[in-house]
C-alpha cells in the first residue's frame, strides 16, 4: 500500500524568510510525487511534480521540492516566503508501474507567513 | 475551458433527506475522483471511475453512490444523508493511467447535515 506522511500540521515563517514544508512517502516501486496548495475556500491546485530526472523539481509561483530516494522524502521549498504563499499544502504519490494509478494524498500543511 | 465544474457550492441537508452533487469536467479525462476532505483529515477518496460505465470503491465508499454515463459527468449521490456526511466535497479528474497527469479539482461543495 502507498501512504504519504506529512508531519507537521502547521508550518510558520516570517516574510523573506525560507520555507519548507516536510513530506515522506511510501510506495512499491518508483514514484511519482505531487505537491498541490489549497486556498481557502478554494480547490486543489497543481504545484510541481516529480517524475523522473533531476531531483530538484521547480513549478508554480517560485516553488521548488527535492526528490530524495534514499530518505523516501519530497520537500516543498521556497527561497523566499510571501504573506500570500498562506494556504494548505498537499503532497501526493502514486506509484509509475504496477500498483494502484491512484494517488493518495497526505493531511495538509497549513503554511502561515507572518508579515 | 472551465475545467472540473461542481454545483451546488453549498447545501443544508436534513438526516435522511438525498441529494446529488454534480461534476462535469471538459477536458476530455478518462479518470474522474470524488474525495471528500475533513478538517486535519486530508483528503479520503469515496469513489472513482476510469472511464464511462465503469466506476470503483474507494477508500470511504459508505453512503454513497455514483455513475459515469458520459465522459464529462461524474456525479455523486448521496441516499439517505446523515451527520457524519457533513464535509466539503472535491470532483477531480485526471488523464488516462499510465500518464504521469496531476489532477484538476473543482471548487468543491460544502454541505452540512442537519
Known amino acids: 500500500a502507498q501512504s504519504v506522511a506529512q508531519p507537521e500540521d502547521q508550518v510558520n515563517v516570517a516574510e523573506g524568510n525560507p520555507l519548507t514544508v516536510k513530506c515522506t512517502y511510501s510506495v512499491s516501486g518508483n514514484p511519482y510525487l505531487f505537491w498541490y496548495v489549497q486556498y481557502p475556500n478554494r480547490g486543489l491546485q497543481f504545484l510541481l511534480k516529480y517524475i523522473t530526472g533531476d531531483n530538484l523539481v521547480k513549478g508554480s509561483y517560485g516553488f521548488e521540492a527535492e526528490f530524495n530516494k534514499s530518505q523516501t522524502s519530497f520537500h516543498l521549498k521556497k527561497p523566499s516566503a510571501l504573506v500570500s504563499d498562506s494556504a494548505l499544502y498537499f503532497c501526493a504519490v502514486r506509484a509509475s508501474s504496477g500498483g494502484s494509478y491512484i494517488p493518495t494524498f497526505g493531511r495538509g500543511t497549513s503554511l502561515i507567513v507572518h508579515p | 475551458n472551465a475545467g472540473v465544474t461542481q454545483t451546488p457550492k453549498f447545501r443544508i441537508l436534513k438526516i435522511g433527506q438525498s441529494m446529488t452533487l454534480q461534476c462535469t469536467q471538459d477536458?476530455?479525462?478518462?479518470?474522474m475522483y470524488w474525495y471528500r476532505q475533513d478538517p486535519g483529515m486530508g483528503l479520503k477518496l469515496i469513489y472513482y471511475s476510469v472511464g464511462a460505465g465503469i466506476t470503483d470503491k474507494g477508500e470511504v465508499p459508505n453512503g454513497y453512490n455514483v455513475s459515469r454515463s458520459t465522459t464529462e459527468d461524474f456525479p455523486l449521490r448521496l441516499e439517505l444523508a446523515a451527520p457524519s456526511q457533513t464535509s466539503v466535497y472535491f470532483c477531480?479528474?485526471?488523464?488516462?493511467?499510465?500518464?504521469?497527469?496531476?489532477?484538476?479539482f473543482g471548487e468543491g461543495s460544502r454541505l452540512t447535515v442537519l
Open positions: 477536458m476530455n479525462h478518462n479518470y
Open positions: 477531480a479528474s485526471s488523464e488516462s493511467m499510465g500518464t504521469t497527469g496531476e489532477l484538476f
